[in-house]
């Protein structure tokens, strides 16, 4: 963008301030029944904001149900259990309209302090939100730029994190917070301070990104409408008339569009022939009848990391939406991006020439995802995707997940949600044993670990939590098997040392080598005589730290490890450049024992963030838990003092290229 940036005037929220004529007399029943409905706490005096059809509001992305798209809410009256279920999952609320009943965060006169520049003021006007905040878009000198005032008109994230945007006041383009809110932790984060990315790098702030980026998977059918390519053009000499056949992902992001399945069955003899039938309607697509392979493109559609192949290509989504259906073959219109088969086909090529830390920040060294909200990627390198020739027993999405609950399925649906729709019995060893039935008769005697311990488990073995996103880890949705030559040549955690924190890396290779004939690779001293995780908190690229350290907060690696030795280091996680490295230090600080009252700012000044963590190390010092362990593996020498001088010289080798994941 060039120029100085032109401001507009926003109206401002409407409020109800009339007062009713003197003449105008209320019966005593009429005080008395309104004075109990306050006592109730009914809103009989709140300010309401006039109702605005959705065609008719023009400061935001609408809802228009065109091209054979229904929505939802007319799939309701045949399907009421799924609509329920899904209803009650995280992907309705991918995208929402800021109202009353969305907005978690508390609008009420509230001061956001640190936001990387001047307070944030939020305020509440009836129904509506509103922002006082630094221009984005200034480019003049820093100490002059201006302050403006924007409503809030939608939300994204609902389940760790709600992104909240701002009307432009420029067409139906759309702008983003300078601050997140947190919802578990219910605060406020600077936006750039929730995303791992280098220390002094400014996170684009871009008029319209959700429009252009942000809509392709946050909506069902969504329309850019550009007039020209996204920031070919200053935003404001734009036309932008974006629209969407529904917010969040719905019911038709699945199974199609429903038009030509609504008017078919309409005649009820049809559709409950259909029922009792096993012929499927071919008027709308069930993901779930579909082979392994499309079914999974269904979910991959959005849990990829892909790019349009040509500009023409754009220019058609940008238009007439995306056009996949659920049932098409993915990559017929879209490039996935595999570099583990293909990272010197000619589109990566062009990738890593718009953008050279394309591969490295998405992506592990030999090709392996490593960002959350990309399971597709990880998936269709996995051996049981691959290698499997029998569609009942080839993994796909829905070998482990569902998107709807089924009637037999005894948890509450927001647990149901909370647990990534991971189907009944599936949240288990049984998602593995579905196929790999060889092992049912005696699984400790493959996992050399006791029943019921972590170590027993499939999921934690073969798919460890070494993806990142949203300031915590996620499991790797690569099915792999643990080797201690990831960890030496790939610098990615093996899932045995993410479990056993305070074992070495020889250790691990001892072990593999034992028991499943895991050849055992070259190894430096300090893979001999310091603990894994050590070498990754001092050594490792940020990426690496910020799991590194969300493990030590994950309950069956304190349990396999014990706790006592962690509080030293993850203090020095306090210290991390990386912003997102040191709320997740933090928050496992939290969760060790003694430690939950910890009061840190993870984005305050760097004064009062050394003076916690050098607070904590003199108070650990002096505690029976220093005294506990005294293993040199965890850089403490007998005496229970830490080895600084070791700790030196590893922090010297430490990966300090920028790293800017691409969550």
């Known amino acids: 963008m060039t120029g100085r940036r032109r401001h507009r005037r926003?109206?401002?929220?409407?409020?109800?301030?009339?007062?009713?004529?003197?003449?105008?007399?209320?019966?005593?029943?009429?005080?008395?029944?309104?004075?109990?409905?306050?006592?109730?706490?009914?809103?009989v005096a709140t300010a309401r904001t006039p109702h605005v059809p959705e065609r008719d509001i023009t400061q935001r992305p609408i809802e228009v149900t065109t091209g054979g798209y229904v929505s939802s809410k007319t799939c309701q009256a045949c399907h009421p259990a799924e609509y329920h279920s899904w209803a009650g999952s995280f992907h309705r609320t991918m995208t929402q309209v800021a109202t009353p009943e969305t907005v978690r965060a508390?609008?009420?006169?509230?001061?956001?302090?640190?936001t990387h520049g001047q307070p944030m003021n939020l305020e509440r006007r009836g129904d509506e939100f509103w922002a006082e905040f630094d221009d984005p878009a200034w480019e003049g000198p820093e100490n002059e730029r201006p302050?403006?005032?924007?409503?809030?008109?939608?939300?994204?994230?609902?389940?760790?994190?709600?992104?909240?945007w701002y009307a432009t006041g420029h067409d139906r383009g759309v702008n983003i917070l300078p601050a997140a809110y947190l919802i578990e932790e219910q605060q406020w984060a600077p936006r750039s301070a929730v995303v791992l990315h280098p220390p002094g790098q400014s996170l684009p702030m871009l008029n319209g990104h959700w429009n252009a980026i942000c809509i392709a998977c946050h909506t069902t059918q969504g329309k850019t409408a550009f007039d020209t390519p996204f920031l070919s053009a200053p935003f404001e000499s734009q036309t932008i008339d974006t629209t969407v056949a529904e917010f969040g992902i719905a019911c038709e992001s699945c199974h199609g569009p429903a038009q030509a399945h609504v008017e078919a069955n309409r005649n009820p003899l049809r559709r409950y022939g259909?029922?009792?039938?096993?012929?499927?309607?071919?008027?709308i697509v069930l993901p779930t009848r579909l082979d392994p392979q499309r079914s999974s493109q269904v979910c991959g559609q959005c849990h990829s990391v892909w790019e349009f192949y040509d500009l023409p290509g754009e220019r058609f989504a940008n238009r007439e939406g995306l056009p996949y259906r659920p049932g098409d073959e993915l990559r017929d219109t879209r490039f996935i991006a595999q570099p583990s088969v293909d990272q010197n086909s000619p589109e990566i090529r062009a990738l890593v020439q718009g953008d050279p830390e394309f591969v490295r920040g998405s992506f592990w060294p030999d090709g392996m995802i490593r960002v959350s909200g990309r399971e597709y990627n990880g998936l269709i390198d996995s051996p049981c995707f691959?290698?499997?020739?029998?569609?009942?027993?080839?993994?796909?999405?829905f070998s482990c997940h569902g998107m709807h609950q089924t009637p037999d399925d005894p948890r509450p649906i927001d647990e149901w949600a909370a647990t990534h729709q991971?189907?009944?019995?599936?949240?288990?060893?049984?998602?593995?044993?579905?196929?790999?039935d060889s092992i049912r008769a005696d699984v400790t005697a493959h996992t050399r670990h006791t029943g019921g311990s972590s170590g027993n488990t499939c999921y934690n073995c073969h798919m460890p939590y070494t993806s990142y996103?949203?300031?915590?880890?996620?499991?790797?949705?690569?099915?792999?098997?643990?080797?201690v030559s990831e960890s030496v040549s790939l610098k990615r955690p093996n899932a045995c040392n993410l479990c056993h924190l305070d074992k070495t890396l020889s250790w691990t290779a001892d072990h593999l080598s034992e028991w499943y004939d895991t050849p055992r690779p070259s190894l430096t001293d300090d893979d001999t005589t310091v603990a894994a995780s050590l070498l990754w908190l001092l050594q490792g690229d940020a990426g690496l730290r910020a799991i590194t350290a969300q493990s030590m907060g994950w309950g069956p690696a304190q349990e396999a490890s014990g706790t006592s030795w962690m509080v030293p280091h993850l203090a020095e996680g306090l210290g991390d450049p990386y912003e997102a490295v040191r709320f997740i230090a933090a928050r496992s600080l939290r969760s060790l024992p003694g430690y939950g009252d910890l009061n840190f700012d993870f984005v305050g000044p760097e004064s009062e963030r050394v003076d916690?963590?050098?607070?904590?190390?003199?108070?650990?010092?002096?505690?029976?838990?220093?005294?506990?362990?005294?293993?040199p593996e965890l850089l403490v020498d007998r005496s229970g003092a830490l080895r600084v001088e070791a700790m030196r010289r590893l922090f010297d080798r430490r990966d300090r290229r920028p790293l800017f994941l691409r969550e």
Not at 24 to 41: D, E
């Open 612 to 631: 916690t963590a050098l607070r904590l190390l003199n108070a650990w010092r002096g505690t029976e838990s220093a005294r506990r362990r005294r293993d």
């Open 274 to 283: 259909l029922h009792f039938s096993d012929v499927p309607d071919p008027t």
């Open 106 to 114: 508390d609008f009420n006169g509230t001061r956001v302090a640190n």
């Open 469 to 483: 996103g949203l300031l915590k880890t996620v499991r790797s949705h690569t099915i792999s098997s643990p080797d």
């Open 386 to 397: 691959q290698q499997a020739t029998d569609p009942e027993r080839t993994l796909s999405c």
């Open 422 to 436: 991971v189907s009944t019995g599936m949240n288990g060893n049984e998602a593995c044993l579905q196929c790999h």
């Open 147 to 164: 302050r403006i005032t924007r409503q809030v008109v939608m939300i994204t994230g609902s389940h760790h994190q709600n992104i909240y």
């Open 10 to 43: 926003v109206p401002p929220g409407r409020t109800s301030t009339t007062r009713p004529p003197s003449s105008l007399r209320l019966h005593a029943p009429t005080v008395l029944l309104l004075l109990a409905a306050a006592a109730l706490g009914l809103a």
